[in-house]
T-cell receptor, first 111, second 112 residues
């Protein structure tokens, strides 16, 4: 079945550091890929998405590129802020079934 | 605000009891999903409905059931509750099965 593997957390970075959170997936066909973010006490929010190979999703300074050859969708940000502290979930959707989420990666940014 | 409303926000109950969690999807969304989030198991998919019909089932226990009503709101029923059922239960909705999910803020269930 479909699956998503994320790097283990927590990830602790200083403000203005570069962020990478790795995500790889296993799926049949060509799923859409997503990053969701969960702030403390809240539900998940869509951060960005990509629907086909080589697409780059971007939002709020975060980027991720759909790499079919490596089945990856790594999340990057050039300069993190304290307000980016949250849990980040990579997810995939084959378009006709349930969305499959990774286990989440907690990011803590310290001033 | 995602537009997805979940009630109640918090629920404390005893083992063996039954509870009902309610979800109102975003206006216009036909698909409703239920997820369970616990510390040790992450975000687990329970069940999905589309326009009143069950579409997909995940790791949902037999003690749990759900339905989506004609007005598209959904209810998740949890019965014979056990301590291990304590978790955050999220509802999400989407326009269709290819669209991103919009999550509610969850119902925190504590079983004592």
């Amino acid at each position: 079945g479909d699956s998503v593997t994320q790097m283990e957390g927590p990830v602790t970075l200083s403000e203005e550091a570069f962020l990478t959170i790795n995500c790889t997936y296993t799926a049949t066909g060509y799923p859409s890929l997503f990053w969701y973010v969960q702030y403390p006490g809240e539900g998940l929010q869509l951060l960005l998405k990509a629907t086909k190979a080589d697409d780059k999703g971007s939002n709020k300074g975060f980027e991720a590129t759909y790499r079919k050859e490596t089945t990856s969708f790594h999340l990057e940000k050039g300069s993190v802020q304290v307000s980016d502290s949250a849990v980040y979930f990579c997810a995939l959707s084959p378009g006709y079934q349930k969305v499959t989420f990774g286990t989440g990666t907690k990011l803590q940014v310290i001033p | 605000d995602s537009g997805v409303t979940q009630t109640p926000k918090h629920l404390i109950t005893a083992t063996g009891q039954r509870v009902t969690l309610r979800c109102s999807p975003r206006s216009g969304d036909l698909s409703v999903y239920w997820y369970q989030q616990s510390l040790d198991q992450g975000l687990q998919f329970l069940i999905q409905y589309y326009n009143g019909e069950e579409r997909a089932k995940g790791n949902i226990l037999e003690r749990f059931s759900a339905q989506q009503f004609p007005d598209l709101h959904s209810e998740l029923n949890l019965s014979s509750l056990e301590l291990g059922d304590s978790a955050l239960y999220f509802c999400a909705s989407s326009v269709n099965e290819e669209s991103p999910l919009h999550f509610g803020n969850g119902t925190r269930l504590t079983v004592t």
